[in-house]
């Protein structure tokens, strides 16, 4: 079955058309500046990459381009519409309403919008990529795969906060974490290239991108995440400040004149390790560049980022009461085999060993750790479309 896998965000959409049955994807892509002016890119797989600047008003239109480009006559993949046997669409936030993927229907979306109060910028964004493709492809199922449901499995003593009860009750404020499409999806290849049980291992996941959290996962469930009610806890991130001493937010607001949405646009935009490094970049790639030109601050910036990660991880090896192996993914994780460096040299206490060679091979699926390791050290690259496309396969069956 060919399955679109679509993630809509508030003024983008990025598109894969996957085969389930050989778990390639056919052609993916990305719709840019939606509702400003618009860009979208294709590439079908074996061909050359396009992008074309087209206007782009809202996201019904986004979706009618991304079909047009897969049917187009040259350069399609597709000869009809009705070869997409379903689509699966990444929701951010599932509440405690949902533990797993889920076929949309008309309940699901009006549950879905109950959500939106949890995540107002993605949930909506969400709901308008679902609407779009229900107006365009009437009669194809979907799936809803949510990035909070595999941290559903967490016990109240992880994802309650230390507030008084009434706001769990009627708020529903608690932990939930987020990227758990891609927590559960490298966890799982993790035992498989173990060759053990996914039930009988104790595994850390750390996701590193420009958002980035790490989950612990005991026997086969979630049992912690660092990202909370909000995906701006945690681990210090691209632009993102994670965990801090509350009291901060009022004291910036004092001293710098601002009310609650400058001081939250302050923690998401302007912070991490883009605001740590002087506002010089989010990206570990100028980072490192500078690291190495002798930039203070971008190297504290870095420091501090896997002094951070290392401590989350230091806290899940007491949580489940040990470690089989930890796993490196996303565009950090995969790809600065320094950062992974400087985190392991923390965990020396675990018996870690890392095999710097390996450490340094990219793009591949691979142990970086010794072979007299104690716990094994993998970087498994993430790939949340094809996880979409596996749940939505398994629920249409
Ligand atoms: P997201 O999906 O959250 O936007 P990604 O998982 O794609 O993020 O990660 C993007 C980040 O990965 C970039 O901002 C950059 O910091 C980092 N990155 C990508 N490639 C490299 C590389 N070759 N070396 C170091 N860091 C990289």
Redesign the pocket.
């Given at each position: 079955m060919k399955i679109l896998v679509v993630n809509c965000g508030s003024s983008s959409l990025k598109y894969q058309l996957i085969d389930s049955e050989t778990e390639e994807w056919i052609a993916k892509g990305l719709c840019e500046r939606i509702g400003i002016d618009g860009r979208i890119t294709y590439q079908p797989a074996g061909g050359d990459k396009e992008t074309e600047e087209i206007p782009m008003p809202d996201h019904t239109n986004a979706i009618k381009l991304v079909l047009e480009k897969l049917t187009n006559e040259k350069t399609g993949v597709l000869k009809s519409l009705d070869e997409i046997g379903a689509v699966g669409h990444r929701i951010v936030h599932g509440g405690e309403k949902f533990a797993s993927s889920v076929v949309i229907n008309d309940e699901v979306i009006k549950a879905i919008e109950e959500c939106n109060d949890l995540a107002p910028l993605h949930n909506p964004a969400n709901l308008i990529g679902i609407d779009a493709c229900k107006k365009l492809m009437p009669n194809t199922p979907m799936v809803a795969v949510f990035d909070t449901a595999f941290h559903q499995t967490m016990p109240p003593k992880a994802y309650l906060y230390g507030l008084p009860h009434a706001y769990y009750e009627k708020y529903k404020i608690r932990r939930y974490g987020f990227h758990g499409t891609s927590h559960s999806y490298v966890s799982h290849r993790c035992a498989e290239l173990l060759g053990k049980k996914y039930e009988d291992l104790k595994i850390i996941v750390c996701?590193?991108?420009?958002?980035?959290s790490v989950s612990a996962i005991k026997n086969g469930k979630c049992v912690d995440t660092s990202m909370g009610l909000t995906p701006l806890e945690g681990l210090i991130m691209?632009t993102r400040s994670g965990e801090l001493d509350p009291a901060i937010l009022e004291f910036i607001a004092n001293k710098e004149n601002l009310d609650f949405a400058g001081v939250m646009n302050i923690l998401n935009k302007k912070s991490g390790?883009y605001g740590m490094s002087g506002d010089l970049s989010?990206?570990?790639?100028?980072?490192?560049d500078a690291m190495n030109n002798g930039n203070e601050l971008a190297k504290q910036a870095v420091e501090a980022f896997c002094y951070r990660t290392a401590k989350y991880i230091g806290s899940y090896v007491a949580a489940m009461n040990g470690v089989d192996a930890i796993c490196f993914?996303?565009?950090?994780?995969?790809?600065?085999a320094v950062?992974r460096t400087m985190v392991c040299e923390y965990l020396g206490f675990l018996g870690i060993t890392i095999n710097e060679e390996n450490n340094h091979k990219?793009g591949e699926e691979i142990d970086i750790s010794t072979p007299d390791s104690k716990v094994r050290v993998m970087v498994i690259p993430?790939n949340e479309e094809l996880a979409i496309a596996r749940e939505t396969v398994a629920l249409l069956k």
């Open positions: 996701h590193l991108g420009n958002g980035a691209g390790v989010s990206d570990f790639r100028d980072l490192e993914t996303a565009g950090i994780g995969e790809n600065a950062v990219r993430t």
